[in-house]
């Protein structure tokens, strides 16, 4: 590169036009996925308190929200259940029931919108008593006797109809179980996508209130990821693949761009960012006090989260980035 004065690179930041011809990250839409949380009952629009414009919604109430999501040209969102204290036990039994809440979502919203992919959080912590992502056994999360319930939830929702199920509970061997029994019972289609990095971390607080699904003792330390592992995290996604993930994803987004960035150097996979709850309400807290320009910043993350290597984004800010976009 010849250096300063022939070299001049504001030349190119001179006017608008200029800087949309040569930008290298484009954000848009149909990147995003949107996450939606469904609750039991009728007519139910509740917001979530810690995470200002998300609801959960009762089945009944789907179709209208959905109508505007597939509008806005989000090609995809991801369910959860959120279930009242007396709908859970000690295993979750609630989430592998073919007229659970998900069960009940996907086959309304394919009612509504066939080509909108469904894609559903596979996981214990909605439906269980205690809050723990599998189940508990002398105080401690057992891994293996988890794994067949999980991979029981996960047909479930693909004989519902599920475009792709999304295992999140970090145990191990979870993709190949949920692999081997799709197979077996006839859904050798049904993509998974792995919640294959995924970190115990403070940024899921306000989902947490959302789904009702705060561990009742102790943590999640014990399965999920510490946040100080890099090398370890590339490990969780090389065994992912290696039982059978069709996508890959890191979780939390923004404290993880390293690990964006270095999942997308060593893996050809789709791989998809959650920019999760905790990230969305802090924007969303400082918008609220005035502090930041809430759609520039918007803009800004999702875009960083993309430029870091992201193909997909899952995030709670889709239906509002796509509305500003369409305007
Ligand atoms: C369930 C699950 C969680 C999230 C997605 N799936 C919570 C957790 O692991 O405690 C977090 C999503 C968010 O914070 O937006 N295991």
């Known amino acids: 590169m010849s250096p300063f ?11 608008a036009a200029l800087r949309d011809l040569v930008r290298e990250t484009e954000i848009s839409a149909r990147d995003l996925i949107y ?6 009952g009728a007519n139910v ?6 995470m200002p414009g998300q609801y959960r919604w009762s089945v009944d109430r789907l179709p209208r929200e959905i109508e505007q999501i597939a509008a806005l040209k989000i090609p995809a969102v991801l369910l959860f259940g959120v279930l009242e204290p007396a709908s859970k ?19 309304a919203i394919k009612r509504v919108a066939p080509e909108l992919v469904v894609i559903t959080d596979v996981c214990l912590c909605e439906y269980t008593s205690h809050g723990h992502c599998g189940i508990v056994k002398d105080g401690r999360v057992p891994n293996d006797p988890t794994l067949e319930l999980l991979a029981r939830q996960a047909v479930s929702h693909a004989r519902a109809g599920a475009d792709i199920v999304a295992p999140s509970d ?26 294959a990095a995924k970190f115990a971390s403070g940024f899921y607080g306000p989902f947490r209130e959302a789904a009702a699904s705060t561990p009742q003792f102790g943590d999640r330390r014990a399965y999920q990821m510490d946040p100080a592992n890099a090398r370890e995290a590339l490990r969780e996604i090389e065994l992912d693949i290696a039982e059978g993930a069709d996508l890959i994803m890191v979780k939390p987004a923004l404290a993880y761009l ?18 999760v709850s905790g990230e969305y309400s802090m924007v969303k807290a400082a918008s609220a006090n005035g502090w930041i320009d809430e759609q520039r910043i918007v803009i800004e993350i999702l875009t960083a989260i993309k430029r870091a290597g992201a193909d997909l984004i899952i995030t709670y800010h889709a239906p509002e980035f796509a509305k500003a976009m369409s305007q």
């Open 5 to 15: 004065p022939i070299t001049r690179l504001r030349r190119l930041r001179a006017s």
């Open 35 to 40: 996450p939606l949380f469904i609750a039991e």
């Open 45 to 50: 629009q509740q917001e979530i308190s810690a």
């Open 89 to 107: 036990d000690q295993t979750g039994s609630a989430s592998w029931d073919d007229h659970g809440v998900v069960q009940n979502a996907i086959r």
């Open 170 to 195: 970090m145990m191990d061997g979870r993709v190949a179980a949920i692999r081997a029994t799709l197979d077996r019972d006839g859904f050798a289609d049904t993509p998974i996508l792995a919640y």
């Open 258 to 275: 390293d690990l964006i960035a270095k999942a997308r150097a060593h893996f050809d996979l789709p791989l998809v960012a959650y920019n």
